[in-house]
């Protein structure tokens, strides 16, 4: 498995993590096009809120993050991201690994909205613990 080290995110990462969202929205085919000093922005709004962020990093380069927000009784788990020349290898996993043993308290139900095209991060949350629990569902009207 991957030795990652993790940091709780600071002002100094804002442009590793915009980066890093910029290719998640890419990858996941979102909708949201949204340009880099917007979703700098967006992220700036989010951690000076609710949201707390973590970069994991291997031998000093930053590979992967989260970004989520506690609620009262569980975390939403908004953001999750690795590297795309770093996929699987095994890091999602170990970073879900360091969020649910040094980050987050025990005992505690995370939860996270993955859209329905993305198979590819289906297949991850299963492996990794989590099952289906709601479906969103949507109509455009004319
Ligand atoms: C989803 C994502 C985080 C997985 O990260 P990763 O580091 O590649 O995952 P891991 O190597 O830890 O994989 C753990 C397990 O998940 C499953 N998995 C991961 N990638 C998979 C793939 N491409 N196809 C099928 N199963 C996959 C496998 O069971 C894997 O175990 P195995 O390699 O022993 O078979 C990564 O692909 C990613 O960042 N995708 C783009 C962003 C995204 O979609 N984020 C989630 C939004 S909800």
Excluded at 16 to 45: A, W, Y
Excluded at 88 to 110: F, S
Excluded at 119 to 137: E, P
């Amino acid at each position: 498995m991957p030795k990652l080290s993790h940091r709780i995110t600071g002002p100094e990462d804002m442009s590793i993590l915009t980066n890093m969202n910029l290719q998640l929205l890419e990858d996941e085919q979102h909708r949201d096009r949204k340009s880099l000093p917007q979703l700098e922005e967006r992220m700036r709004g989010w951690l000076s809120g609710e949201y707390r962020g973590v970069i994991f990093s291997q031998v000093d380069e930053p590979v992967a993050y989260a970004l989520y927000r506690p609620d009262r009784d569980s975390i939403y788990l908004r953001q999750f991201f690795v590297a795309r020349h770093c996929r699987r290898q095994g890091i999602g996993k170990e970073a879900m690994e360091i969020l649910a043993t040094q980050v987050w308290p025990p005992d505690i139900r995370i939860t996270i909205e993955v859209l329905s095209h993305n198979q590819i991060a289906q297949a991850f949350w299963k492996a990794v613990g989590f099952r289906d629990y709601a479906i969103t569902m949507e109509k455009q009207l004319p």
